[in-house]
């Protein structure tokens, strides 16, 4: 049942306010936003005459907190540097913004700085051969740092407008993979003379709450600029932005809704509200 179906059987029931507040939490919208809509409800504000527009209301404040734009910087190359634990999709998101950045007429280069897992570069080589986009590796086990250092130094002598840099979802510790972002980040910069335009988190939006403590765990070794959250097509859990941006502030930059290499947008309210109403 969708959210407002939902919402609007409760809201014609004397014991609304238990199972009202169970279903907004199921569909991870956390404590706050949650406990608050359900106030308003008690407190007579939101009834079943404008529930919708209240609920929109209350949506757009939260996400009006952020800038959900993509950045680009002013001296090319623009970098992203994409984040995120094996199996959030990653990989394919990575495709799937080249593809984006391609169709918009900018020149992309891939740079696969996941030396660690296996298959990781080749899934890259493959999606980079597909799009006709030149890509930098290096065997497995090899320094994801020399990885990077090689990929922005050939972006800049190519002059390529945008550069894609892929990363390890896991190495050993937690602290080694803080440790390798790290060194990652200082390579960008070392070579940039700025840090990425973008940071990239992906996050598996089936994940739901637990979405909230990889952020934990990834922004203990670098700055998120924002959020890739993948499979958002078949998953109930879209509501996970709404405390994303309440706790942390980062905005949700591009939706996952499918599999095909266009099935990527560009974050917007409008089509957010959409998907979760």
Do not use: C
């Amino acid at each position: 049942m969708k959210l407002l179906e939902k919402i609007r059987s409760f809201l014609t029931r004397e014991d609304k306010f238990e199972d009202m507040e169970e279903f907004l939490l199921s569909n991870n919208f956390g404590i706050e936003f949650t406990e608050s809509l359900v106030k308003e409800v008690k407190e007579g504000k939101i009834n079943a005459g404008n529930f919708k527009e209240a609920i929109a209301r209350k949506v757009k404040d939260i996400i009006q907190q952020v800038d959900s734009s993509l950045h680009f910087s002013d001296i090319p190359p623009t970098v992203y540097l994409l984040i995120g634990s094996n199996g959030s999709g990653k990989t394919t998101t990575i495709a799937k913004i080249a593809n984006l950045m391609k169709n918009k007429g900018k020149t992309v280069l891939i740079v696969a700085g996941d030396t660690f897992r296996s298959g990781a570069a080749e899934q890259l080589i493959e999606w980079a051969n597909s799009l006709d986009l030149p890509i930098v590796k290096q065997k497995q086990g090899g320094d994801p740092a020399s990885v990077v250092y090689d990929g922005i130094d050939s972006g800049i002598s190519k002059k390529i407008d945008v550069i894609l840099v892929d990363t390890a979802g896991r190495v050993e510790t937690k602290k080694t993979l803080i440790e390798e972002l790290k060194k990652v980040e200082s390579i960008i910069v070392k070579k940039t003379e700025k840090l990425p335009a973008e940071t990239l988190l992906v996050l598996d939006a089936y994940t739901g709450q637990s979405a909230l403590s990889q952020i934990e765990i990834y922004k203990e070794a670098i700055s998120i600029t924002g959020i890739v959250l993948t499979k958002f097509d078949g998953s109930s859990s879209g509501g996970v932005v709404i405390p994303i941006i309440e706790k942390y502030k980062i905005p949700v930059k591009f939706l996952g809704t499918g599999e095909s290499i266009e099935d990527l947008n560009v974050f917007s309210f409008d089509s957010y509200l959409n998907k979760i109403l």
